[in-house]
């Protein structure tokens, strides 16, 4: 009787061991530790540290104004995944960094996937999921899933599997923190004296520094203005310059960039948030532009300007009465 007992003890151990053994491993982590690189621009963080993390932060921008998530579930070309969904958030106080959040619907049209993906009914539930607490620009979130790194940045996402096990969830924190205020970064900042990218392993400088985080440069122009006109539409990428070195600025999807909504004559600012996608790993970053208002001297998504110059309601560039109007005009509403 003894022995069975016992005997039925160990098998009890051994199960709950194996089931211990799947579970995966959580760390509330920092962006900046998140996003920590080697000297090759290779992600330090990875799942030997934990298979998942928890980080928190601020949303920058509204999802559907970077990739296009509408559904189409017939789409069979290898390498397209279909609809597409991302934001970024961004790390507080001595957090100096950010990270991305991604999902897609047709993970099996990539080679290498074995769990198809998702039908667009099924893609809708997702983003009617993420979408519940009705997330806005400048509410600080709660991020808590799988990761994998693509192309010099760790991404939280699915690791291209649709199975409930692996979603990952975003909770609202606080309403209206506000957006951080655009750090004001130089190409100097970004770029050598050969007009290449500055990587800093130690990300205390240079592009990793202020990758996936609000940035202004000022006093830019377009590097070839015929160029940017004919060339101004959604995801399209123009080139800034300030006369000596050029940066890349990736527009995005937002409803104020179509053809012909270029009007900048430069010189003009720019906030966006800077981003990188580049195999190399040390390299191809850029400044994402997720819209534009058409002011003609900010190229920028009005909740950038905003966040820019607290307080100027009205976006004519000063802090005075008629913003206080404007703001007693919005309560009564």
Same mark, same amino acid.
Not at 182 to 209: A, H, M, W
């Given at each position: 009787m003894k022995r069975t007992v016992m005997l039925a003890a160990l098998l009890c151990l051994v199960i709950n061991s194996m089931v211990q053994a799947d579970e995966p491993v959580v760390a509330e982590v920092k962006h900046s530790e998140f996003?920590?690189?080697? +000297?090759?621009g290779e992600q330090a963080y990875t799942a030997a540290v934990s298979n998942k993390v928890i980080i928190e932060g601020i949303l920058l921008h509204n999802p559907a104004e970077m990739l296009d998530p509408a559904p189409d579930d017939s789409i069979t070309q290898t390498y397209n995944l279909g609809a597409q969904w991302q934001f970024f958030f961004q790390g507080e106080g001595d957090d100096h960094a950010g990270t991305a959040v991604y999902m897609a619907q047709l993970y099996g049209n990539l080679p290498w996937v074995m769990t198809g993906g998702y039908s667009n009914q099924e893609f809708i539930a997702e983003l009617n999921r993420f979408n519940a607490a009705k997330f806005s620009p400048g509410d600080r979130i709660r991020v808590t899933g799988y990761f994998l790194s693509y192309n010099g940045k760790n991404n939280i996402n699915e690791q291209h599997n649709n199975n409930p096990d692996h979603d990952f969830t975003i909770e609202l924190v606080e309403k209206g923190v506000g957006l951080p205020r655009?750090?004001?970064?130089? #190409? !100097? !900042? #970004?770029? !050598?004296?050969?007009?290449? *990218?500055?990587? !800093?392993? +130690?990300? #205390? *400088?240079?592009?990793?520094?202020y990758q996936a985080r609000l940035i202004k440069i000022k006093d830019v122009n377009f590097a070839d203005p015929a160029a940017a006109v004919q060339n101004w539409a959604p995801n399209a990428t123009i080139t800034i310059t300030d006369g000596i070195k050029t940066f890349p600025v990736k527009l995005g999807r937002g409803k104020g960039i179509y053809s012909g909504s270029n009007n900048l004559t430069g010189p003009f600012d720019v906030i966006g948030i800077l981003d990188q996608e580049s195999s190399a790993k040390t390299t191809g970053y850029r400044l994402y532009v997720m819209n534009y208002d058409g002011n003609g001297s900010v190229l920028a998504s009005t909740e950038h300007r905003r966040a820019d110059k607290p307080g100027d309601l009205d976006l004519n560039g000063i802090v005075d009465h008629d913003d206080v109007y404007k703001l007693l005009e919005d309560w009564l509403k």
């Open positions: 996003q920590a690189v080697n +000297s090759t655009p750090e004001i970064v130089t #190409l !100097d !900042d #970004l770029k !050598d004296e050969s007009d290449n *990218f500055i990587f !800093d392993q +130690s990300r #205390l *400088f240079g592009c990793e520094y």
